[in-house]
């Protein structure tokens, strides 16, 4: 199980190590990172499976390939977990903070790729889930869609994950450990609390109903986003990576969070995939086969070196003025707790981003009859229905301690 807390000085030592070993490295990185050495293999070495780094850094390898502007749709503001995709937008990023976007030249290691990308912020930029707007607007070229939400959207919308950028997801339920020294589980927290705070009909809360771990009358699908626990002696949804520094940290009146992972009670979804449309995987097949493989290693190069794109997360982010804020703290706390936590990693083949038959079925057997129960029209699913390893080098890895 994940221990509950962390120390902030581990973890910012972590993120200046990686910093230091990138601005080394001339703010290059290869197709391995690892994060116990900060030592690499030579980047000039191609690809021992798939696509070859000299393809890749081709001048204009997107263009004719994918459309003029990769438009990718994430799930909330942007912040570390994005870090990923926003490696690969230029230097001359464009961000409109009425339409949450963020535009620039699609820039792999410092190379042209000939097209745009434009990432599409989520939360309250969003007026459906990113599923229905993948279908509502065709120039959403990838969206990021959770194991839950392809399994529970498959009937009316259904997409196939292409790349997994997070091994193990960050969601989890939080409290106070200053009024809870003692709970150390989802468990222990619902006994000391009377209300857990959600985003809607989580169908995570009902399978920890289900478990026992909370009773139904705690959930309330009322949920903001805000820091709660700074005015109220409840539990609610966010992400191990970000709500802990932010409470920490809070001027006014700094506490301690506890937590504990959803994905150390069960709920074991991979949880930010980059997805396509089902209907739309044939015709950007020459596009997934360089641009895949593209942002595998653009995870590991943000993840080597984040400094440049965490500077953009937070130009972005104050640049949209809106309630959620990324400070550089922030980004470097989420960027050095995703290693901490082990949040990136390669799951149990040595292969970074793929989506593990085994486990997406054993997932799609526990989420679909709490989604049924919730009144959704889930068909029958196997694992290669929602997801594909087709576009990704398998050579690519992450090397962690």
């Known amino acids: 199980m994940t221990t509950r807390r962390h120390s902030l000085r581990t973890l910012f030592g972590v993120t200046a190590a990686l910093i230091v070993f990138g601005a080394c490295a001339g703010g290059s990185s290869t197709s391995e990172v690892d994060t116990s050495t900060g030592s690499a293999p030579d980047d000039t070495q191609p690809a021992t499976s798939?696509?070859?780094?000299?393809?890749?850094?081709?001048?204009?390898?997107?263009d004719g390939r994918c459309p003029a502007v990769v438009v990718v749709q994430t799930d909330w503001f942007p912040q570390a977990e994005h870090g990923g995709t926003f490696e690969l937008v230029g230097d001359d990023a464009v961000i409109d903070k009425d339409a949450g976007t963020t535009r620039g030249t699609l820039t792999f290691r410092g190379v042209d790729t000939g097209v745009d990308i434009e990432i599409r912020a989520g939360g309250p930029f969003l007026e459906s889930p990113v599923v229905t707007e993948m279908y509502l607007d065709d120039a959403v070229t990838l969206g990021?869609?959770?194991?839950?939400?392809?399994?529970?959207?498959?009937?009316?919308?259904?997409?196939?994950?292409?790349?997994?950028?997070?091994?193990?997801?960050?969601?989890?339920?939080?409290?106070?450990?200053?009024?809870?020294?003692?709970?150390?589980?989802?468990a222990d927290i619902a006994r000391e609390v009377n209300r857990i705070s959600v985003f809607g009909d989580r169908p995570f809360m009902r399978y920890l109903a289900a478990r026992g771990d909370v009773t139904t009358d705690q959930i309330d699908g009322n949920y903001k986003g805000n820091l709660l626990l700074l005015t109220d002696d409840i539990a609610h949804q966010g992400y191990a990576t970000s709500e802990p520094h932010k409470?920490?940290?809070?001027?006014?009146?700094?506490?301690?969070?506890?937590?504990?992972?959803?994905?150390?009670?069960?709920?074991?979804?991979?949880?930010?995939?980059?997805?396509?449309?089902?209907?739309?995987?044939?015709?950007?097949?020459?596009?997934?086969?360089?641009?895949?493989?593209?942002?595998?290693?653009?995870?590991?190069?943000?993840?080597?070196?984040?400094a440049r794109t965490n500077a953009l997360i937070v130009r972005v982010v104050r640049e949209f003025d809106s309630y959620w804020t990324q400070s550089d703290a922030d980004v470097a706390y989420g960027h050095a707790s995703m290693l901490d936590l082990g949040i990136i990693g390669n799951g149990t083949t040595p292969t970074f981003g793929d989506l593990e038959e085994d486990r997406v079925n054993a997932f799609i057997a526990t989420a679909t009859p709490i989604l049924r129960d919730q009144g959704l029209d889930v068909p029958d699913l196997v694992a290669t229905d929602i997801v594909t390893d087709e576009f990704l080098d398998k050579s690519v890895t992450f090397v962690g301690d």
């Open 50 to 62: 798939g696509v070859d780094l000299a393809t890749l850094t081709t001048p204009g390898a997107l």
């Open 144 to 186: 990021y869609v959770g194991n839950d939400t392809a399994i529970s959207r498959f009937a009316d919308a259904p997409t196939v994950a292409v790349f997994n950028a997070l091994n193990v997801s960050p969601q989890a339920i939080l409290w106070n450990a200053d009024l809870h020294p003692d709970a150390r589980t989802i």
């Open 247 to 306: 409470y920490a940290t809070n001027p006014d009146a700094p506490l301690t969070a506890g937590w504990q992972l959803l994905h150390d009670v069960g709920w074991n979804q991979y949880p930010q995939n980059l997805a396509v449309r089902a209907d739309r995987l044939g015709g950007l097949r020459d596009c997934l086969q360089l641009l895949v493989p593209m942002m595998q290693h653009a995870k590991l190069d943000y993840m080597t070196d984040p």
